[in-house]
């Protein structure tokens, strides 16, 4: 079965340095995998995507991911946080029925 | 981007009665619509898969005849949350489902307090 683990229920970073946020994936074949914030009571917002193509994905509000096989992993990443990058963030791999299974969220604080 | 209207966005209601949840894919026509749960702090739950024209499909432990769900057309999906009691007051999210290269598309979410 498809899954993925976000390893950490919380990441607290200042404002003007690198974030990361982690996601590993366990997948039968090719993984198809993506990034979503959520703000409060809102939907899911996406953010990028990971299909076939370059490890290194690029998405929106410079976020960025990369893919890595070896490791299993599809860590989110951001070079400067900003404050209002603090947010509900998930990760998910699709399914074969073309759900998306979802890991348990991380949440992002940037603190000024 | 294809865009997911979900309606309302927040709605109280008092316990026993039901409410209903639209989610309307607003320039696209989708034949599965995703319903999700979402409880305070955690993650999204699938709760069922509701398909145009035949009878949803609900996941393991999701109670079908409290959570009705209906694809009446290529272009609407609705929840209704029958007989509602507190402990059915979550957030809920529809989603169009991720194709080919494209990903899922959200609704807004729909808060629903029992009261």
């Known amino acids: 079965a498809q899954s993925v683990a976000q390893p950490e229920d919380q990441v607290n970073v200042a404002e003007g340095n690198p974030l990361t946020v982690k996601c590993t994936y366990s997948v039968s074949g090719n993984p198809y995998l993506f990034w979503y914030v959520q703000y409060p009571n809102r939907g899911l917002q996406f953010l990028l995507k990971?299909?076939?193509?370059?490890?290194l994905v690029k998405g929106s509000y410079g976020f960025e991911a990369e893919f890595n096989k070896s490791q299993t992993s599809f860590h989110l990443k951001k070079p400067s946080a900003l404050v209002s990058d603090s947010a509900l963030y998930f990760c998910?791999?699709?399914?074969?029925?073309?759900?998306?299974?979802f890991g348990t969220g991380t949440r992002l604080q940037v603190f000024p | 981007g294809a865009v997911v209207s979900q309606h309302p966005s927040r709605v109280i209601c008092k316990s026993g009665t039901s409410v209903k949840i639209e989610c309307r894919s607003l320039?696209?026509?989708?034949?599965?619509m995703f319903w999700y749960r979402q409880f305070p702090k955690q993650s999204l739950m699938l709760m069922a898969t509701?398909?145009?024209?035949?009878?949803?499909?609900?996941e393991q432990g999701v109670e079908k005849d409290k959570f009705l769900i209906n694809h009446a057309s290529l272009t609407l999906s609705t929840l209704t949350v029958t007989s509602a009691h507190p402990e059915d007051s979550s957030f809920y999210i529809c989603?169009?489902?991720?194709?080919?290269?494209?990903?899922?598309?959200f609704g807004q979410g729909t808060r629903l307090t029992v009261v």
């Open positions: 998910a791999v699709r399914d074969g029925a073309d759900k998306l299974i």
């Open positions: 509701s398909n145009e024209g035949s009878k949803a499909t609900y």
């Open positions: 320039d696209f026509q989708a034949t599965t």
């Open positions: 989603s169009a489902p991720s194709t080919g290269a494209h990903e899922a598309f």
């Open positions: 990971y299909i076939t193509g370059d490890n």
